[in-house]
């Protein structure tokens, strides 16, 4: 009985090793933070105030201020414009000939006739061509209402948000975090995602479709080890 068992763990392992696995994307989480409530007895109790128990030095906002998102638990829209395209060409060409000739005219004591054979002629080719073409473009537009998770010490804002759409049988998922710079905030709190730092971006799905788009288990432990 024992055999088995190390058999049947023994291909566990195999199989678990071989099977491949979807690449994550290194979004911050958590995906959302609620702000500080001003006048709470915990928020009191963590930060005791002694500027007066009206102003909020962490929560104050200028009676003339527009409501621009500077602290946690500000919301933040972000108009995904992603676009790459690459494209790279190569081709490289090689072309070499050699000849060689060889023949004695004539010796001393021998007859002129006796040396027709007396030659050697060589040649040499070498030829080598090489192609290479490469290009890629991608393309991403939407819109994703994130969270300030954190105010940087410079200012600048960390964000992160989630959102889900389930139709049917199947659930979207899209997830965005990176670092925005205040001074790139416009009216209405909107902001590009080209000028977002350290952006990440995940469009994933779960349902029927996903699970019609997935290899299954037993044909990626053969593609794991195929040569071809």
């Known amino acids: 009985m024992k055999p088995i068992r190390t058999s049947a763990a023994a291909l566990a392992l195999m199989l678990g090793g071989c099977m491949l696995t979807t690449p994550k994307v290194e979004v911050r989480e958590p995906t959302t933070v609620r702000p500080v409530a001003a006048y709470s007895v915990q928020a009191a109790q963590a930060t005791p105030s002694t500027e007066g128990a009206i102003f909020q030095a962490a929560t104050f906002r200028g009676l003339f201020e527009d409501r621009r998102a500077r602290l946690v638990g500000d919301t933040i829209t972000i108009q995904i414009q992603e676009q790459t395209s690459a494209k790279r060409s ?104 080209t000028q977002v730092a350290d952006a990440r971006l995940e469009v994933r799905g779960t349902g029927d479709i996903d699970r019609a788009q997935t290899v299954g288990w037993l044909s990626r432990f053969f593609l794991s080890f195929l040569p071809i």
């Open 90 to 193: 190569s081709a490289s060409s090689v072309d070499r000939t050699g000849k060689v000739e060889a023949k004695v005219a004539a010796l001393p004591f021998v007859v002129p006739s006796y040396l027709n054979r007396a030659a050697a002629t060589g040649s040499s080719s070498n030829t080598f061509e090489g192609k290479g073409d490469t290009a890629t473009d991608n393309q991403f537009t939407g819109t994703i209402t994130v969270t300030v998770i954190e105010v940087l010490p410079n200012g600048n804002l960390l964000v992160s948000g989630e959102k889900q759409v389930g139709i049917n049988q199947n659930v979207e998922s899209l997830r965005f975090s990176g670092v925005v710079n205040p001074v790139n905030v416009l009216p209405g709190n909107v902001v590009s995602s």
